[in-house]
């Protein structure tokens, strides 16, 4: 990963537990998973260097390399966890196959990888559906995830553009993207997604 040799924001063991990571990872996950994290992880680095501080650089990449480590595991064993813990997830998510790994990948990724910052753990899970409350971290990954190299669908190119000129327009924008494409797939959404709108529209 390029990014991690000649990122100079990054400390030698800042980057050496990057790349150990990385092949925790990609040993675990099915290999078209593995590239997608790995494009998600390229794509917010490349434009974080506007947004963020070298603290929180480390801390998105971390995020966007475990973001979606609860997908290795099937949707029946990301029920039982969440049952068994007594993890926050709603009635809609337990029922939501797409979106629970993102709302039990945050006591996975502590579990597993012993992490415990908040920031890196409020991103994993905001991941899906986002947040009223989200701060620039949780947005680049938000972002990221929906439009990094191999997503392929119409006004992706004018999307990576704006993620670069203005996060905040972007994200309302990749919002709205998500938005049509369920309501045209006859998908449901989730119960807060009305109240994260509004409140991106009123943010810009």
């Not at 494009?39 to 501080?53: G, P, R, V």
């Not at 680049?140 to 992706?156: M, Q, T």
């Given at each position: 990963m390029?990014?991690?040799?000649n ?8 980057k ?15 290999a ?15 434009i974080?260097k ?10 998105l990449?971390i995020?966007?390399m475990?973001?979606d ?6 949707y029946?064993?990301?029920m039982k966890?969440a049952?068994?813990?007594k993890?926050k997830?709603?009635e809609?998510?337990m029922?939501c196959?797409?979106l629970?790994h ?10 597993d990888?012993?992490i415990s910052?908040l920031?890196?753990?409020?991103a994993?899970r905001?991941?899906t559906v ?7 971290l ?7 995830d ?5 997503r392929?669908y119409?006004g992706v190119e004018n ?8 996060i905040?327009?972007?994200?309302l924008e990749?919002?709205?993207?998500n ?6 797939k006859d ?7 009305v ?10």
């Amino acid at each position: 990963m390029n990014f991690i040799k000649n990122d100079l924001s990054l400390t030698g063991n800042q980057k050496k537990y990057l790349e150990d990571l990385a092949g925790k990872i990609k040993n675990i996950m099915p290999a078209s998973l593995y590239r997608h994290t790995i494009n998600t992880l390229e794509f917010a680095c490349s434009i974080a260097k506007k947004y963020l501080s070298d603290k929180e650089f480390f801390k998105l990449s971390i995020a966007c390399m475990l973001h979606d480590y609860g997908k290795i595991f099937d949707y029946e064993e990301l029920m039982k966890i969440a049952r068994e813990e007594k993890l926050k997830v709603s009635e809609f998510e337990m029922n939501c196959p797409p979106l629970l790994h993102s709302f039990v990948g945050e006591y996975l990724v502590r579990r597993d990888f012993d992490i415990s910052d908040l920031k890196i753990l409020k991103a994993i899970r905001l991941h899906t559906v986002g947040s009223c409350s989200m701060g620039i971290l949780e947005k680049i990954l938000f972002i990221a995830d929906k439009i990094e190299k191999d997503r392929n669908y119409e006004g992706v190119e004018n999307l990576r553009g704006l993620a670069v000129a203005n996060i905040n327009l972007c994200l309302l924008e990749v919002y709205k993207n998500n938005i049509i494409y369920n309501i045209k797939k006859d998908k449901l959404l989730h119960p807060d997604t009305v109240k994260i709108w509004n409140n991106i529209c009123g943010g810009i």
